[in-house]
């Protein structure tokens, strides 16, 4: 019945299997590992730029908006977000944090300059959303602010005052206007990023000359009695730029820097000229060009991560993936300038495979940030007025975050291939981890289209009495939620996973994210 579904809801379309094929068995076994690895919360991190509709019109909407609201912050979104545990949340940019000077966005609002954006679109900025509505936001969420400084317009004064407004105790200037501004209390904001896309954006300068201005920005990044230790964050490669990453390792004494970022989006036709590819409507010649190019986030990581071992052997430095996700085409009628895109089955199956690849690279990747959270490229949510809608990715990060914090759990598998037009590329992906509680979580992604993947899991070690899951899948990889249908894409109860003796026997079907949870 499900597969005549499928059928005729191809009409027209030619992406679904007309019927379902098995590969052949794959032996995965579940591995002890590390008891001291953990997967961290960090690498479920998320991204909100002063943006198209991100900031304004997204999180912080107009007065007179009808929609639960503390101030002007949208509570459905904060509602939706709380659910997934947001681990942290990166601000105010992106390209935009290199042009943000912090004090335009304090005090009384009507006091506050208009700026212009000129990165995105020359909107005008009333500078309404600033720290104090950024970390209230972070308050209601839950999450942990991640700020990014601005290296590339700013000066090294304006960032140590930042800091010393946010963070110190002492009685000045600085911090009784955080006061007057009504924060008695210091914040503590631990994660700066000094700068972003300094190669690029953050202003086009080589890798040894960041090195130098890095080392002088993170001098005076200053620790306040009583306030946790900072954690200051380096302005890593544009994908797989190997030289960058070499000479930061090289130049930087690993005691100045807790962590170093790494930018690496998934453009469905690889090519940042031209077009990006659309974000609906493709076919699945198309997706699978996709998936092979969200695929290289593997060799990147790996690429980048062997860099950081010849420097850092302890692995004390964190790579932090802190923007990725799928760049397509904007929606047509949209402002170029905003980024605004769907988001379809293929984007969850991108962000589970990503996720997956990040896990299993815990030991280095500890942290990464989607981009970005509402109505931005890779969204979570997207609104339209009044109306929110949950994107296919806000479902994957549901299913993952039992990973967050939690023992990682080495798999051993050899993928079946999925195969298309003569190309080829692994079907199977997956990750592994067992929480505080004992409970073993397995997140399986199946990139194939067609054929449902059968898997035999040993677990060695592993005392498990039940096995419950869920899925993500549609009869399309191009289906997507709609403000009418917002509920095309959802999750769903699993029931292709058995106890077989002491092995979990599994039927994965095609296109889709499945967690399991083994207790
Ligand atoms: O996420 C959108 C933009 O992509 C960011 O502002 C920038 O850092 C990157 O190029």
Request: glycine content about 8%; some cysteine; charged content about 20%.
């Amino acid at each position: 019945m499900l597969y005549l579904k499928r059928l005729l809801a191809a009409t027209g379309f030619t992406l679904v299997a007309a019927t379902p094929t098995f590969a052949q068995t794959v032996r995965l076994t579940v591995q002890p590992g590390d008891p001291k690895l953990q997967i961290s919360k960090d690498i479920y991190g998320h991204f909100a730029e002063h943006l198209g509709r991100c900031v304004y019109d997204g999180f912080w909407v107009d007065p007179g908006l009808n929609v639960p609201k503390q101030g002007r912050i949208r509570m459905d979104i904060v509602e939706a977000l709380r659910k997934i545990k947001v681990a942290n949340l990166r601000w105010p940019g992106g390209c935009y944090a290199d042009a943000y000077h912090w004090r335009d966005g304090v005090g009384p609002t009507a006091q506050r300059p208009r700026t212009i954006n000129t990165w995105w679109g020359d909107a005008t900025e009333d500078n309404s959303f600033g720290t104090h509505e950024f970390l209230e936001l972070c308050k209601l969420l839950g999450t942990e602010p991640y700020l990014a400084a601005n290296v590339g317009s700013g000066t090294v004064q304006e960032m140590a005052n930042w800091m010393e407004y946010l963070n110190s105790n002492a009685d000045t200037p600085l911090t009784q206007q955080r006061k007057q501004n009504g924060h008695p209390e210091p914040y503590g904001v631990t994660m700066w990023g000094i700068g972003n896309e300094s190669w690029g954006c953050g202003g086009n300068m080589t890798a040894d000359y960041y090195t130098d201005i890095y080392k002088r920005y993170a001098t005076f990044a200053h620790n306040y009695p009583g306030s946790p230790k900072l954690k200051r964050i380096v302005s890593g490669a544009n994908g797989d730029d190997a030289y960058w990453t070499e000479t930061c390792m090289k130049k930087i004494p690993l005691d100045q820097m807790w962590g170093l970022t790494l930018h690496q989006y998934t453009l469905p036709t690889g090519s940042w000229t031209g077009s990006k590819g659309a974000a609906t409507g493709f076919d699945e010649a198309q997706y699978f060009n996709t998936m092979k190019n969200c695929l290289k986030m593997e060799a990147v990581v790996t690429k980048h991560a062997a860099i950081m071992d010849k420097y850092d052997k302890d692995k004390k430095v964190a790579l932090l993936v802190d923007e990725w996700g799928v760049w397509t085409d904007v929606e047509p009628g949209t402002n170029p300038g905003f980024l605004y895109q769907q988001n379809s089955l293929r984007d969850a199956l991108v962000a589970g495979t990503t996720l997956n690849i990040f896990n299993n690279h815990c030991d280095r990747v500890r942290g990464a940030n989607l981009a970005q959270a509402v109505n931005v490229l890779q969204a979570l949510i997207l609104t339209d007025k009044e109306k929110m809608l949950l994107t296919p990715t806000y479902h994957v990060f549901d299913l993952y975050q039992v990973h967050q914090n939690a023992q990682y759990l080495p798999l051993q598998f050899q993928s079946p291939e999925y195969t298309l037009n003569g190309d080829k590329l692994p079907a199977l992906n997956a990750s592994a981890s067992k929480d505080a509680s004992g409970a073993v979580h397995i997140s399986l992604v199946n990139l194939d289209t067609k054929k449902t993947l059968q898997l035999e899991t040993a677990l060695p070690g592993v005392s498990w009495k039940t096995v419950s899951g869920r899925i993500l899948t549609s009869a399309n990889v191009n289906d997507y939620n709609t403000f009418d249908k917002p509920g095309k894409v959802k999750l769903a109860a699993f029931n292709g996973a058995k106890k077989r003796g002491g092995n979990l026997a599994v039927e994965l079907p095609p296109q889709s994210v499945v967690v399991l949870e083994l207790k």
